[in-house]
Nanobody, 125 residues
Framework: QVQLEESGGGLVQPGGSLNLSCAASGFTLDYHTVSWYRQAPGKDREGVSCIGGEDTIYYTGSVKGRFTISRDNAKSTFYLQMNSLKPEDTAVYYC???????????????????WGKGIPVTVSS
């Protein structure tokens, strides 16, 4: 069964850190573009970060310098290290992967095939 599963979310105080993981099963991440999205209450889903098969990386402006995306193809897992978290980072975070989408300096080009179910992140004191 092909699936992605997020872990590592939860409640954190402003200024704190979380490390989200996304584990793939039923397929390997080799040559896939992998990405993180988030959807805050009452807002549209936005792309947070992506990393391509050729290791091109993108971050949305509001997280640059605070979030770091990485991947470990051998473990079929990719990550989003989130530091200096702010209340406005509160959202449900989704991971996604696709063999043919591309990660460019301006974001993901193409449609992501595989999606996780989402994991909530709450930044609050």
């Amino acid at each position: 069964q092909v699936q992605l599963e997020e872990s590592g979310g939860g409640l954190v105080q402003p200024g704190g850190s979380l490390n989200l993981s996304c584990a793939a099963s039923g397929f390997t991440l080799d040559y896939h573009t992998v990405s993180w999205y988030r959807q805050a209450p009452g807002k549209d889903r936005e792309g947070v970060s992506c990393i391509g098969g050729e290791d091109t990386i993108y971050y949305t402006g509001s997280v640059k310098g605070r979030f770091t995306i990485s991947r470990d193809n051998a473990k079929s897992t990719f990550y989003l290290q989130m530091n200096s978290l702010k209340p406005e980072d509160t959202a449900v975070y989704y991971c996604a992967a696709d063999r043919y989408a591309r990660c460019r300096s301006w974001g993901v080009v193409g449609t992501m095939m595989y999606w996780g179910k989402g994991i909530p992140v709450t930044v609050s004191s």
